[in-house]
């Protein structure tokens, strides 16, 4: 660092935590030297007689080395040997985490040490526990207890187990041996060994970062972070399917190898079937492997999910989600090896405890919030102008003018279970379509099926499906294609819409002057009617799913129990007033495994 002249006294050196060149070094530990030399020159003698006298901090004759692996490299790592673990799922009864401390202590006069001190500090470089090296086991074949301060002229190997309560931020390990030589230092006090630190690699974070899709906080159980990997427009060609994980070790050193391992951890929406059929026992136990679709766990770039840590001693890898809404996903990052073997314990839930390689308990790892997917569903809403002038009605039929749009209203919150947002953003929407009073007689499921989607003028706009781009058709109508269906007889089975449901691109048409006459049939209320249309818009958009229609009242009072109940008589269709707006767990299951509607 430096050199001074100096009189008897204390002194204080500082170092500016630089290199020779003048560099900050980067954050570690660093041994340093005294010597200390003293020239007393007595010029009463002819010639003048120079006497030069020195001392050292350190021992001459002891020497901490770094142990060498199989492969004669050295081992700058303190390997870690596991948990004192009972219970896997029960992380009370963990008290300690196991180190194995590797070096070979060499004495040139063949002595062992005198006493020995092992340093433990954390990350942030504050010494947090010490021990005495003479109280720990060595594992060194033929060694014991307090064999850790054994030497020989040519080294001896030592491999002491560390305890390390499982509070502390276990970051390096700084050994300190004394040698036993006091009688070879004018002193004769035993001098220190140069000291010989190792560190504990280790993830200490590893985070979900943005590519083409935004991340935002995940609304729903489980917390987390959310993803929408749609196309953001039907012509949209951007991989909106993919993020970064990225993982920050100790030591912050280049070229460190980290593995990177994806899970699908357990869906928190549910614990029992169908919507989670991986859950066991009672109560039940969560558990993970309940993702739906292909690549389950998602996929890793590159496959093997080994990364090098840069300058910063960060180490990133691309992954890419599964479309499925609600598939959930965290990232386990290690210094680890072999960490493809990695898997979680029993609790394999979306607050998971305990990472394992075998049957040994993994330390130092990292693991990301939980990653959801969602879907946005885009509805386009169309709906009929006005009929044109001197238009012959029946007597029964009264409404007049615009058709009004059909009613989604109910949507976000029907489908939010199913981690699907709705938008009504097409851009297509159209609330002027000519105007048809039905579409009866010979040929009209043909000519509503035209009016929908005929190439030049069909009047859905979003003909075109695609499984990265969910949408759905909705059409406001005056009549349908069944006069037998159309209230005009009060004691008819009337129905509220129609959905095509027998090829793609699939539509509905809610039949407005139909839904009219009903509710003065049946003497609702307006809010009773909105209630009602609600429910048939979505109902029948719904069918864009394949649902098919429930005839049966499961409830113990007769009513409905899911939004796709549908009236079996004359004398059902009041209840369309109180059929709730929301989807069975089955239903909902069926909109998490569909690839588009």
Same mark, same amino acid.
């Given at each position: ?77 303190? +390997? ?273 405890? /305990? ?22 569903? /885009? ?124 090829? +793609? ?65 004359? +004398? ?26």
């Amino acid at each position: 660092m430096t050199a001074y002249n100096v009189t008897g006294n204390s002194y204080t050196f500082y170092w500016d935590g630089k290199n020779d060149s003048g560099a900050y070094v980067d954050p570690w530990t660093y041994t340093f030297e005294v010597d200390i030399t003293q020239t007393d020159i007595n010029y009463n003698e002819n010639p003048a007689l120079q006497v030069e006298d020195a001392t050292e901090y350190r021992s001459r004759y002891l020497h901490i080395l770094r142990s060498r692996d199989a492969f004669n490299n050295p081992i700058y790592e303190a +390997e870690y040997a596991g948990y004192d673990d009972g219970d896997p799922n029960d992380p009370n009864d963990d008290s300690y985490l196991y180190y194995i401390r590797f070096y070979d202590l060499k004495d040139t006069l063949n002595v062992d040490a005198s006493e020995g001190e092992l340093q433990l500090y954390d990350t942030a470089f504050n010494i947090i526990r010490t021990w005495d090296v003479a109280s720990l086991e060595c594992l060194a074949s033929g060694h014991s207890g307090g064999d850790g301060l054994d030497a020989s002229s040519v080294g001896i190997t030592h491999d002491l187990l560390v305890p390390v309560p499982v509070s502390d931020d276990a970051g390096i390990f700084i050994l300190h041996i004394r040698d036993d030589h006091p009688y070879k230092y004018r002193d004769h006090r035993e001098r220190w060994a140069r000291e010989l630190n190792s560190f504990v690699a280790k993830v200490t974070s590893v985070v979900w970062e943005e590519i083409n899709s935004d991340l935002d906080d995940n609304p729903k159980e489980g917390g987390g972070k959310r993803i929408y990997p749609d196309k953001q427009s039907r012509t949209d060609t951007i991989d909106r399917t993919t993020v970064q994980v990225r993982a920050k070790t100790f030591p912050k050193w280049n070229g460190m190898t980290v593995y990177f391992k994806s899970f699908d951890v357990d869906d928190p929406s549910s614990d029992s079937a169908p919507l989670d059929t991986t859950d066991e026992g009672t109560p039940p136990q969560p558990s993970g492997g309940d993702n739906r679709g292909l690549y389950s766990e998602g996929t890793m770039n590159p496959s093997n999910g080994i990364a090098i840590t840069d300058s910063n001693g960060e180490a990133t890898v691309d992954f890419t989600v599964s479309m499925q809404p609600g598939n959930n996903f965290r990232v386990v990052s290690t210094c680890m090896a072999n960490s493809m073997g990695l898997h979680l314990s029993t609790s394999n839930t979306y607050t998971v405890k /305990h990472i394992f390689l075998g049957n040994l308990p993994v330390n130092g790892y990292a693991m990301t919030d939980m990653l959801t997917v969602w879907r946005k569903l /885009h509805v386009e809403v169309d709906s009929m102008g006005a009929e044109p002038e001197n238009t012959a009605f029946d007597a029964d039929d009264l409404l007049r003018g615009d058709v009004a749009d059909p009613d989604i209203s109910a949507f976000a919150a029907a489908f939010e279970p199913a981690y699907t947002t709705v938008a009504r953003d097409t851009g297509q929407d159209n609330s002027d379509t000519p105007w048809h009073y039905d579409f009866t007689g010979i040929g009209g499921d043909f000519l509503l099926n035209a009016y929908c989607l005929n190439e030049e003028d069909g009047y859905r706009g979003t003909k075109v499906e695609d499984n990265a781009w969910w949408s759905v058709y909705a059409l406001g109508a005056y009549e349908g294609v069944n006069s037998y269906s159309d209230n005009d007889l009060d004691a008819e089975l009337a129905s509220g819409g129609i959905t095509r449901v027998d090829a +793609e691109p699939e539509w509905s048409v809610i039949l407005m002057e139909v839904q009219r006459d009903q509710a003065i049939q049946h003497t609702w209320s307006g809010e009773e009617i909105l209630h009602a249309q609600q429910y048939v818009a979505l109902h029948e958009v719904a069918h864009q799913f394949n649902f098919t229609p429930d005839h049966s009242d499961p409830d113990e009072n007769g009513n409905p129990l899911d939004v796709m109940w549908a009236a079996g008589s004359n +004398e059902d269709e009041d209840k369309r007033k109180i059929v709730p707006l929301s989807f069975s767990a089955s239903q909902l299951n069926t909109i998490r495994y569909t690839i588009r509607p």
